[in-house]
């Protein structure tokens, strides 16, 4: 049974109430309430959640309404997954645009978030590629955006939270691919520089590209990992296969799974896995990119007390100091993450006025919740955040403070006026609620 | 058989249509029969776009049944000839009100059963003279014995798995397959204010069962199977005892 809970399970929560409209022109959405889509779960935090208020579960809303084969352009009710769609395109050849690294989340999730995936340096955000949507206010008007129709609503839905109302529908573009077979190649790196270095080179090269860092070594071997590139292998014959089954994580793992020792011993591992400096190797796109889908809940490897994921982006002016000097205070408080992603964004401007990634470079990591300890640590690399300029992702966030959102954000006063009066969610309420840090 | 050509009653029912989804891979074609255009269309397109050949839809009343000859008649021009009937409509009673109003028991007689085996009948003659064919039933658990809280649904339900059996042998001769769908509790629309436990399955693997029950010529199923044992248990308890039990 569905439980409403956020991807990081932190914070805990109980829906009020749940409408799960299955007719795309039925819905109604009756007041007095307050409204928060909700998708398939996977935003970490609490921008998916809304504790007083009504939770529009979307994932009966999943038809398709047109597909063009010769072009690729695929209209879809807003609950469809990416997993369906390319349950239903991959075998004739057709990948999403852009992809996060789980296929488990609605489209509708992907434009309320604006999401990236490997390929930000050649196709931006998910909203780049999306031309049309409907969005259905609490008034019960319908109103189609897109670039040239009401193009403020359609620029503050791009990355909006969910806040602007509820997608129905939307329309987006598909990418033509060769083979579901990626061409993959892994450099291991010592430093941060040499990952930037390994960075600006791929980019023209490969159409995806990101790192693994290990974050839980100090001294020398802090800023270690391994940088993954790859491309669609050019194939005549590509034999597209669709594999989907997943391994559940059979329980919810004791709070002791996963401590600052195992995570050391995993991230040496995981590092010395690969024996050359270069490894080439070909994948299915499934483990490519989408590694953890394979188990089905690994949320509950963190056990009970839920996990924060934290992701930032801080520009590359900054560089490879600031980024250091991060990763030098996550492998101090001995918080180490068991996974540490690491990429670079490229300048392809966003289409929504509250996307969350720029140039520069990101870094995303997970800790399992600690309390204060935790917080207190993130409050500390949000400070070197603002400092230089940078922003942390709303999608995986359960704690930013209102400051940090602000300066993180600083569109949100336009953004706010374009907000569904009745829509609300808690990170919402969270972040434009005064609080002294 | 291949199955090339498909006919489905209640299209718009979540069951339905995810079932229809796994043949419209295979470029099957299909006529939708529902009450409501708009959700047929939506239906429609849905299916169109996941690689179904050719997709049409028929407006049907199940509380008025006298219509299966023209939806038949329609169906078969509109497709050519048919391979898979496929009945899937039907209405979840709310049995304290049909306590106190027998004339609504009564239309949910006629929706969830008469209608059925009307359409059945119609579309029975044309396979029966082909000598092939599959016609496929959406009944229930609830119709393998009579409990106070769901008597009027199950009973309908009932009458229709012993009506499917009596086809199925009649059938049987012209190398036609009957398929009786028994599914338990299943998350869609029809059960949306019943609260959920977890027996609660979701349609797209009740759908998965239908699919495969019917590529393989099957009889009876239940879904997911584990209702077969439970109704089994539930059969056996001796009726003095049942008749106590608040069911």
Not at chain 1, 109 to 123: E, L, M, S
Request: glycine share 8%; with cysteine; charged share 20%.
């Amino acid at each position: 049974m569905k439980t409403y809970q956020s991807w990081g399970r932190y914070p805990k929560f109980i829906p009020h109430k749940v409408i799960r409209p299955n007719w795309r022109d039925e819905i109604t959405l009756p007041l007095p309430a307050e409204y928060l889509c909700y998708g398939l779960g996977r935003s970490y935090g609490d921008s998916c959640l809304n504790s007083t208020g009504t939770l529009i579960d979307t994932t009966e809303l999943s038809k398709i309404i047109r597909f063009n084969p010769e072009t690729g352009l695929l209209c879809c009710e807003a609950g469809l997954s990416i997993a369906e769609i390319l349950k239903e395109y991959m075998p004739h050849g057709w990948f999403v645009p852009v992809t996060p690294g789980t296929k488990f989340i609605t489209i509708g999730g992907a434009i309320a978030n604006d999401i990236h995936g490997k390929n930000h340096h050649r196709a931006g955000n998910f909203g780049n590629h999306v031309s049309r949507f409907e969005l259905l206010r609490s008034t019960g008007e319908r109103f189609i955006c897109s670039r040239s129709e009401n193009p403020d609503l359609f620029s503050a839905t791009i990355g909006g939270l969910g806040l602007t109302g509820m997608i129905t529908w939307a329309e987006f573009q598909m990418k033509k691919i060769s083979s579901p077979i990626i061409e993959c190649e892994n450099i291991k790196f010592g430093t941060i520089d040499e990952f930037l270095a390994l960075s600006a080179v791929s980019d023209a090269r490969f159409e995806y590209s990101v790192a693994w860092v290990d974050c839980a070594s100090s001294g020398r071997k802090l800023g270690r990992g391994i940088f993954m590139q790859g491309n669609h292998k050019s194939s005549d014959n590509p034999s597209f296969k669709w594999q989907g089954n997943q391994i559940p994580f059979p329980f919810e793992a004791p709070d002791m799974m996963l401590t600052s020792l195992t995570v050391k011993a995993f991230n040496l591992l995981y590092y010395n896995k690969q024996v050359s400096k270069i490894q080439h190797t070909d994948v299915d796109f499934d483990p490519f990119f989408y590694p953890l889908d394979k188990i089905h809940n690994w949320n509950k490897m963190y056990g009970k007390r839920g996990f924060l994921q934290y992701q930032m982006v801080i520009p590359f002016e900054s560089g490879s100091k600031v980024l250091f000097e991060i990763l030098r205070k996550i492998a101090d408080a001995r918080e180490g993450s068991f996974l540490a992603v690491l990429k670079t964004f490229g300048n392809i401007q966003a289409a929504g006025m509250m996307s969350f990634p720029r140039p520069g470079i990101t870094l995303a990591l997970d800790f399992g919740f600690n309390g204060e300890r935790t917080l207190k640590l993130l409050e500390n690399l949000d400070a070197i955040v603002r400092e230089c300029g940078g922003a942390v992702y709303p999608a995986k966030d359960a704690r930013m403070s209102n400051e940090s959102f602000k300066r993180y954000f600083p569109r949100y006063e336009e953004f706010s006026k374009y907000i569904d009066p009745n829509f609300s969610s808690d990170f919402w309420k969270r972040v434009t609620t005064s609080q002294k840090i | 058989m291949n199955i090339n050509k498909i006919v489905i009653i209640g299209a718009t029912s979540s069951i339905a249509h995810q079932t229809a989804l796994l043949f419209a891979r295979e470029g099957v074609s299909f006529v939708l029969a529902g009450r409501n255009q708009n959700r047929l269309d939506a239906c429609a397109k849905d299916l169109q776009a996941r690689g179904a050949k050719n997709v049409s839809t028929l407006i049907m009343d199940a509380a008025n049944p006298s219509d299966g000859k023209l939806l038949f008649e329609q169906s078969l021009m509109t497709l050519g000839e048919i391979d898979l009937l496929y009945i899937a409509h039907g209405s979840l009673t709310d049995q304290a009100r049909a306590n106190k109003d027998t004339g609504y028991a009564l239309e949910e007689f006629m929706v969830n059963f008469n209608s059925a085996v009307g359409y059945a009948m119609t579309f029975a003659e044309y396979f029966e003279k082909r000598q092939m064919g599959n016609i496929a039933v959406l009944s229930s658990v609830a119709g393998d014995r009579g409990r106070g809280s769901n008597y009027i649904y199950g009973a309908a339900k009932g009458g229709l798995s012993i009506f499917l059996q009596g086809l199925r042998n009649r059938l049987a001769k012209s190398g036609v397959n009957v398929l009786t769908i028994k599914p338990g509790f299943v998350d869609t629309p029809m059960t949306a204010d019943v609260p959920k436990n977890p027996l609660f399955a979701k349609p797209e693997v009740i759908a998965k069962g239908i699919y495969s029950a019917i590529k393989n010529g099957k009889d009876v199923i239940y879904l997911p199977w584990f209702w077969r044992w439970i109704m089994l248990i539930v059969r056996m308890v001796p009726e003095r005892i049942f008749k106590k039990m608040s069911l």
